[in-house]
């Protein structure tokens, strides 16, 4: 699925979703069609070669991985992720987790490419911001949940 109201030469955001049916985790991934700059959201510990093979094979330059909550439902492959592309790992600084690279806050950003992820805190989820995409220069947001 990419960004239907892009433009004819403008850069689209690709988004695909996985789905781990042992855990009933869904993991997103979005990067920039032009420059090659993505992120990962809660990628699964045992879909890390999956997970690897994908961003390996489409050339994808992975700038962060991202984990929105600390996870009772499955463990984590960020840290693997983190080791194996030099990408940043990021959590919601209500999470705590001293080993993060980026805690995010209420308004921060995060960019990728063309585009942005743009951090709001919301009273329903006390660990991680709800993730919302913006394109750089327009009007046009994208929210992931």
Do not use: W
């Amino acid at each position: 699925m990419t960004n239907s109201m892009a433009k004819p030469n403008q850069p689209k955001l690709v988004f695909r979703q996985f789905f781990d049916k042992d855990t009933g985790t869904f993991t997103y991934f979005l990067f920039d069609s032009e420059t090659m700059e993505g992120l990962i959201i809660d990628p699964v510990k045992e879909q890390f070669d999956l997970s690897l093979q994908f961003i390996e094979e489409l050339g994808v330059e992975l700038k962060y991985v991202i984990d929105t909550h600390v996870h009772a439902d499955h463990v984590t492959s960020s840290c693997m992720l983190r080791e194996a592309t030099g990408a940043k790992s990021v959590f919601g600084e209500p999470a705590g987790i001293e080993c993060a690279d980026i805690l995010l806050e209420d308004g921060d950003e995060l960019e990728f490419g063309h585009f942005s992820l743009k951090a709001i805190a919301t009273p329903a989820d006390v660990q991680m911001p709800v993730p919302v995409f913006i394109r750089k220069g327009c009007s046009l947001q994208e929210t992931l949940c």
